[in-house]
T-cell receptor, first 113, second 112 residues
Framework: SQTIHQWPATLVQPVGSPLSLECTVEGTSNPNLYWYRQAAGRGLQLLFYSVGIGQISSEVPQNLSASRPQDRQFILSSKKLLLSDSGFYLC????????????FGSGTRLTVV | KQEVTQIPAALSVPEGENLVLNCSFTDSAIYNLQWFRQDPGKGLTSLLLIQSSQREQTSGRLNASLDKSSGRSTLYIAASQPGDSATYLC???????????FGKGTTLSVSS
């Protein structure tokens, strides 16, 4: 069966520090991968999606970047965090060839102080 | 650009009531639609997926329908229980393999 792992679960970082959040998927090949952010009082906003290794699309300009170094690994990064980067970050995967829907990880709660 | 709206934003009901959560989208070219549940501080749990050729799906006390012509989906919860208390999110994708676009959710509270 397919599983998705996200870590860490919670993170408190000072303004200006770097960030690296990791997401891995098991049990499937060539998944589409997504990073979403859920800010307080707001809906889920798509940040990045990837259809293959090294292929990253960004939905909104921001202080974050994403990379996909391996087929089932998706990393969200920042060189210098801002207060506005605080939120709940969720990774998800889907398979475009088969309409199985989307599966989400358990999320990372990031607080920038 | 696809936008998804969920009404109501919050709902409080006594245990045992049947209820309907509504979701509307601006672009009727929905490929599939998925309903999720989110408990406070947790990730998203998929409840029902309505695929491109389908109009409704059922799982236990939950039934979701999709009317592409009107741009609406509803989630029906029968005989609500306190354990149903959570935020319910509706999301659609315009094409296979593209990202889901989410509504802001309906926060449901079921009192015993």
């Amino acid at each position: 069966s397919q599983t998705i792992h996200q870590w860490p679960a919670t993170l408190v970082q000072p303004v200006g520090s770097p960030l690296s959040l990791e997401c891995t998927v098991e049990g499937t090949s060539n998944p589409n991968l997504y990073w979403y952010r859920q800010a307080a009082g707001r809906g889920l906003q798509l940040l990045f999606y990837s259809v293959g290794i090294g292929q990253i699309s960004s939905e909104v300009p921001q202080n974050l970047s994403a990379s996909r170094p391996q087929d089932r690994q998706f990393i969200l990064s920042s060189k210098k965090l801002l207060l506005s980067d605080s939120g709940f970050y969720l990774c998800a995967w889907s398979v475009s060839a088969f309409n199985y829907g989307y599966t989400f990880g358990s999320g990372t709660r990031l607080t920038v102080v | 650009k696809q936008e998804v709206t969920q009404i109501p934003a919050a709902l409080s009901v006594p245990e045992g009531e049947n209820l309907v959560l509504n979701c509307s989208f601006t672009d009727s070219a929905i490929y599939n639609l998925q309903w999720f549940r989110q408990d406070p501080g947790k990730g998203l749990t998929s409840l029902l997926l309505i695929q491109s050729s389908q109009r409704e799906q059922t799982s236990g006390r939950l039934n979701a329908s999709l009317d592409k012509s009107s741009g609406r989906s509803t989630l029906y919860i029968a005989a609500s229980q306190p354990g149903d208390s959570a935020t319910y999110l509706c999301a659609g994708a315009n094409q296979a393999g593209t990202a889901l676009i989410f509504g802001k959710g309906t926060t449901l509270s079921v009192s015993s």
